[in-house]
């Protein structure tokens, strides 16, 4: 009985495994039935129907079949456009810079055409006029999908930016216009400006203060005051005016009478002068700056509040050169010298006391300007001559029209100021130097002395050093474990 199962189940199983088999063999029968006829199709396409073109924007190409073309695709109609006129020639129009297919079939469904179509921007057209405009230069024009890449060597910046901004015209916009040419002019501009400065100044004043009080015994009194009041709480008043003035002073008092005088006298010269000279390095085209002063802070209030804002001072230098030629340059420059002023100070009260706090001023020499020079020429693009005297006298009324005796009653001031300012700069074209050793610097040959020769020699650093003897020696170093790491 078990052996009669058994039998059943290995017949059972034997017949499956060969309708498997069937199946299995029948699919690979169809599988390559269908590869073959794939294999089969693209030995149709012969190589005349597939080609590569490459068309300019906005041009039209005509295309030769070999059959009557029955359906035309275009993989990306905002490329290219295709129509037909004649069933054998086919009009390619490129309409905007890309790369797009063009498949074209007869009445049966053959593939008679299979395009391989770039469209590119119209570089012959930009490249003609760059030639007129500019024969002697080495320009090349590549076309990409974003845009124009412009390459090759030019003599100067200017050139360059011409030729950007013509291409610019050609594309629409200059955002699509890659910028690869290289200048052949050495584009580093050192640029020296001289701010050179000498002021005289002299300043004479005269003031006569009169205190005078004369009880009578009729219970009358009487009295003379002309200018501030010399004596405040049985001591003479300093003058604290700005400058500040000397005092010669006299007083008289017996209990009835009360005398006191005072002579502000002030007899002033000054000779000033400046010379700054800052030195700054930009590529042409580009805007360097260079600041050498400080910051002060200028209070500015606001409804109950005071904030703080920092004004700038010193010496500053700001310009934009760009390179012309190989010996012109254009110089964009602004120069200035500026410096506290007390004598224009502004008082500020401050708290509930009102305690004044002086805010300086600042006297300015600026100059902006544009200027085309070539390198190593110097031009003094600004120059000031000012002379400024002021003389004023004041006296009482009546009694300084008293022969002699008036003149006690008068006070006089004279005040001459004279200043001459020339603004001198240089640019030169410059490269970089390989030789790090040749660059000096301030320090070079500077050595600080001991203790023993500042104390005995008065003398802050030793003579005849070379620059060789400079060097890091233990009295530069802290004592103790302190120091830099330097790994």
Known sequence: MNSMKNS????????????????????FFVSDGLA?????????????SMREMTIEQSVAETVQLEDSVAEVFVANPEIADVQLNNPKVAYVFGNK????????????????????????????????????????????????PGGVVMN??????????????????HIGSKDNVINN?????????????????????????LNINWSSVVNSPAHFTYGLMTGRNPIVEGVFQRNDGIPKLNSVGAAFND?????????????????????????????SGETASFLAGGEFPFPVPQDTNITIEFKQFGISLAFTPT???????????????????????????????????????????????SVELGSGQSLAIAGLI????????????????????GALFRSSDFQREQSELVIIVTPYIVEPNSNPKELRIPTEGIKHASNLETLFRKRLNRENVTPSEVQETPEYRLFGVAGFNVE
């Open 8 to 27: 059943k189940i290995c017949l059972l199983i034997s017949t499956k495994m060969k309708l498997v088999i069937n199946v299995l063999g029948l699919i």
């Open 36 to 48: 073959l006829q794939d294999k089969q199709a693209i030995k149709n396409i012969s190589p005349q």
């Open 97 to 144: 810079p890309g790369v797009t297919t063009v498949f074209a079939t007869n009445k049966e469904g053959k593939l008679i055409l299979q395009l391989h179509l770039k469209v590119t921007h119209n570089l012959t057209q930009l490249n003609q006029t760059l030639k007129a405009l500019y024969p002697h230069e080495d320009i090349q024009t590549i076309s990409t």
């Open 152 to 169: 090759g060597k030019v003599s100067t910046p200017v050139i360059a930016k011409k030729i950007i901004d013509i291409a610019a015209k």
């Open 181 to 205: 040419l290289q200048i052949g002019t050495k584009t580093q501009i050192l640029l020296k400006v001289k701010i050179a400065e000498v002021r005289r100044s002299t300043l004479n004043k």
């Open 255 to 283: 209990g009835v009478s009360n005398f006191s005088a005072l002579i502000d006298a002030l007899d002033q010269e000054g000779l000033g002068t400046i010379l700054a000279e800052p030195n700054l390095i930009a590529v």
């Open 323 to 369: 390179v012309l030629s190989s010996n012109l340059i254009n110089l964009r420059v602004r120069p200035e010298v500026s410096e506290l002023d007390d004598s224009n100070a502004l008082a500020i009260p401050v708290g509930v006391a009102g305690t004044p706090i002086r805010v300086p001023a600042l006297k300015t020499r600026r100059a902006e300007t």
């Open 386 to 405: 000012s002379a400024n005297t002021a003389n004023s006298f004041s006296q009482l009324p009546g009694f300084g029209d008293i022969p002699v005796l």
